[in-house]
């Protein structure tokens, strides 16, 4: 018996995720039970797009966001920047008012 080994850890949005499930759903007849409650999870909180709202974080280029981070915060979209530092609260990162600001800029301008 094999064992899997990680060879690498990348974070994925919701997005992302309902992405591969969606090839998931192509390539295979029947899905798995999992994979049936995923995306019926995912039909309901993924929002359409958020992989450009991730490119445009991204270009922000905030010294210390990371990849993980910028995921989380196109998942729940804060639209303010208390939400964006109740968010921000789990990690160990401290961002500045400013960064927050473009933060939420960008995020209100996806969210139109």
Not at 26 to 38: A, S, V, Y
Not at 66 to 78: G, Q, R, S
């Amino acid at each position: 018996m094999t064992i899997p080994q990680t060879i690498k850890e990348i974070p994925l949005s919701l997005a992302e995720v309902k992405e591969e499930v969606d090839k998931i759903k192509k390539r295979d007849k029947e899905l798995g039970f999992r994979t049936q409650k995923t995306d019926e999870y995912l039909q309901q909180f993924a929002k359409e797009g958020t992989i450009k709202l991730i490119d445009s974080l991204k270009k922000l280029k905030i010294a210390r966001l990371k990849d993980e981070y910028i995921v989380k915060i196109v998942d729940l979209l804060p639209r303010t920047v208390d939400d964006l530092k109740t968010i921000l609260q789990g990690y160990t990162v401290t961002v500045t008012k400013d960064n927050m600001k473009k933060i939420v800029e960008e995020v209100n301008k996806f969210l139109g």
